[in-house]
């Protein structure tokens, strides 16, 4: 069936709606952490429920944290720069988490008021003069993240901060 090759899946995830999207965030994370659990097993010949629930709960707090704090989603999806812009400053942004290109095509059209107080680009490298010339713009440090999922990633580096090379998170 159509529904089951991974071609399909792969599809499904790039042009998810908010719904599809999720079901298929949780799909991999259980994928991921019962994987873990059944590598416990085997090397241990036991699972320890206080394990699989902590690796359960890490790769879920990064969404949680920020929710439960009271912070808005902004679910609509700009397509072009100057709309992501507009969005920024008009629901009075705080934090930003984009990617490389949108951070590139800000350049020509930053924020003209942005409250931004960090901003994070995560699902390849940013460019150092896209970085520099964000922070320039709107006074937010950029937190490039590498090897970034819905949870987290594994290495970060914050070019205003003077950081060049990435450090890992241990």
Known sequence: ?????????????????????????????????????LAEFLREGDIKLSNYLLRRCARLYTVLVPLLAGAGVYTATPAFPAELANAITDRGATVLVTVPAYYRALKQHPPSDSRLRMAFSSASPLADADADAFSQATGAPVYDVYGSTETGGIASRCRVAGENGYTSFD
């Open 1 to 37: 069936e159509e529904s089951r090759t991974l071609a399909f899946m792969a599809w499904k995830l790039i042009s998810a709606s908010g719904n599809e999207a999720v079901i298929v965030f949780f799909v991999i994370s259980g994928y991921l952490v019962g994987g873990a659990a």
